[in-house]
């Protein structure tokens, strides 16, 4: 029964972690795993700044890695997780990485394939994820612009 190693990095923004449950599905070229759920017992699981790892096991082997799968799911009060990247250890030993770097929210699944970026699909101020609509330094940045320009 092959396994795959995933480690998952929480970020280290404020409110970073979270305690709903966190599900991973994985894509192959040849399978797909099932969804499983990344637990592990008497362990606070994705806590702020966290590098978390978790053996998925699977029937057969699922081929060359090309998908990732999130889920998020409520366990008492929604709770925002920010997710830095995803890492997939094969069987074989090789490594896919999956960087993530965005905030899921609410009961909410993202997918996205190895090496590229998650993009940000905002029409709004409101709809940006909560740390760049609250960007302390983009803030700072804007507070000591608009006093030089005001100075001149």
């Known amino acids: 029964m092959p396994s795959y190693t995933v480690?998952?990095?929480?970020?280290?923004?404020?409110?970073?972690?979270?305690d709903d449950y966190i599900y991973i599905t994985l894509v192959g070229t040849e399978h797909c795993s099932e969804r499983t759920l990344l637990d592990k017992p008497l362990y606070n699981d994705f806590e702020r700044g966290a590098v978390d790892s978790y053996d998925v096991r699977v029937g057969e082997d699922l081929g060359g890695i090309v998908l990732v799968k999130l889920q998020k799911k409520k366990f008492w009060v929604y709770d925002d997780w920010y997710c830095r990247y995803v890492t997939v250890k094969t069987p074989a030993g090789d490594y896919v990485e999956f960087p993530c770097f965005r905030w899921l929210v609410d009961d909410n699944e993202v997918e996205w394939q190895p090496g590229f970026l998650m993009s940000i699909n905002a029409n709004r101020h409101n709809d940006l994820p909560r740390d760049i609509q609250f960007d302390?330094?983009?803030?700072?940045d804007f507070v000591l612009n608009y006093s030089k320009a005001y100075v001149l």
């Open 7 to 18: 480690t998952i990095a929480t970020g280290d923004q404020w409110f970073a972690g979270t």
């Open 136 to 140: 302390s330094e983009k803030g700072v």
